[in-house]
């Protein structure tokens, strides 16, 4: 057995090379050019194709009484709009509107594929992904608040606050570091984070099950329980699906507000 072992772990590389943590084609050719592509990859492009597809669909024959498809772009829509945009951004969230129901469907999808069968995996679980979406929101309220407040205004409205002067060097730097690094950085890994948590975490049960079962016979109940759990965490994921997409769309609007608002 330790003889095994000792050959198991020779055909092991180490160190790692750079290659090695990347994720595996799922191209049939170009094996070692094709790490564009991936399973990640082609989520992230059936998402998009769904997203388009259905609400091109639903809106492309508009009725006084919506039809179902109808009536589910609406009803997103409109929970978007009036619950995040509105709610935050008053009348002037209207605008925003759009933006934000393309965000929160965008993530509430690509989350949803961690609990799919065959996928089982979301592309925010990958950081380039959420990183990404928070650099378009960090770009987008910065943008805002410039074209509303003026370039220095914006900044001096941003980073000064209403303070005694004599406090001022110590609450500007303060200020920036919250506003315009901790932000984006926030926005993205708290996404990021939940969505690899959740996967690793029904992974470990799952693959924790098999190993039981095939590890000794007096483990095998264990491998029951372990799949139990698995199926509890299922419901667990689901929800935390749903909260980080609101969670996300709702601090982008926030930002948003804060970026259009008068006062600091």
């Not at 933006?99 to 961690?114: D, E, K, P, R």
């Not at 410039?146 to 004599?166: E, N, Q, R, T, V």
């Amino acid at each position: 057995m330790t003889g095994q072992s000792t050959v198991l772990a020779a055909e092991v590389p180490f160190p790692p090379k750079v290659e090695d943590f990347y994720l595996p084609s799922i191209l049939p050719w170009g094996e070692h050019n094709s790490y564009w592509f991936t399973k990640i990859t082609a989520l992230l492009w059936i998402s998009i194709a769904i997203i388009i597809i259905f609400f091109l669909v639903s809106y492309r024959k508009p009725a006084l009484v919506p039809t179902k498809k109808q009536w589910i772009a609406e009803s997103i829509y409109g929970f978007v709009r009036n619950n995040i945009a509105v709610d935050m951004l008053g009348k002037r969230g209207i605008n925003f509107a759009p933006y934000l129901t393309t965000l929160f469907v965008f993530i509430l999808l690509m989350n949803f594929w961690a609990i799919v069968p065959f996928a089982q995996i979301s592309p925010n679980s990958h950081i380039a992904f959420p990183a990404v979406l928070a650099v378009i929101s960090y770009v987008m309220f910065i943008y805002i608040g410039m074209k509303h407040h003026g370039g220095l205004k914006y900044f001096k409205h941003a980073l000064i606050p209403p303070a005694p002067w004599f406090i001022l060097p110590l609450l500007i730097p303060i200020e920036f570091f919250s506003t315009f690094l901790v932000r984006p950085f926030s926005l993205a890994v708290r996404l990021f984070a939940n969505m690899f948590a959740g996967h690793m975490l029904l992974l470990v049960f799952t693959l924790g099950g098999f190993a039981m079962l095939n590890a000794n016979v007096w483990f095998a109940p264990f491998s029951v329980v372990s799949w139990v759990m698995t199926i509890a965490l299922t419901f667990l994921e689901f929800l935390v699906i749903c909260l980080q997409a609101y969670v996300f769309t709702v601090l982008t609007a926030s930002y948003v507000q804060g970026a259009l608002a008068d006062e600091h």
